[in-house]
């Protein structure tokens, strides 16, 4: 799987059409509910593509905001197991009860570059071993954000 994740952020296709893919693989991987890749700016976080149900309440939104800013400021990933109690969380839909950010590393600069953002509308959905392996495919995935400079 890991694989196919670092090929489709190298494959042929528009920028957009490589994260939507991306999103689409890592939601069936995990039968996630939700998967939003994202471009972390210096002020302004915005989604490149999603998979699920609908499209994000916030596709911008600063970089200090939500559990999204907690990852960012920490370059660790955040696991928030029930969003109803953690006042970080930027309601996006009515329906989730959990999420994990995975913040995307240019390691050459130490710089967040993006974030895969995985919902769940079940309370404590994302395990050490979820964790694990969506820090995987995010690692796979950076080519994506490191093709655009």
């Keep these: 799987m890991h694989e196919a994740i670092a090929l489709m952020a190298q494959a042929p296709f528009s920028r957009t059409e490589r994260a939507r893919r991306i999103a689409d693989r890592i939601r069936e991987a995990g039968q ?34 939500g559990l999204t800013g907690s990852a960012i400021r920490a370059k660790k990933t955040v696991v928030a197991g029930d969003v109803r109690t953690d006042p970080r969380y930027l309601t996006a839909f009515s329906t989730t009860r959990s999420e994990i950010i995975i913040p995307v590393l240019d390691e050459n600069r130490g710089a967040v570059i993006g974030t895969i953002d995985v919902e769940s509308d079940e309370e404590n959905a994302f395990s050490d071993e979820h964790q694990r392996l969506l820090e995987d495919f995010a690692r796979a995935a950076r080519p994506l954000w490191l093709s655009i400079g």
Aim: aromatic fraction near 14%; charged fraction near 20%.
């Design 32 to 65: 996630y509910r939700w998967v939003g890749i994202y471009d972390v700016g210096r002020e302004i976080v915005s989604i490149v593509a999603h998979s699920g149900p609908a499209a994000p309440a916030y596709p911008q939104f600063p970089v200090e905001k």
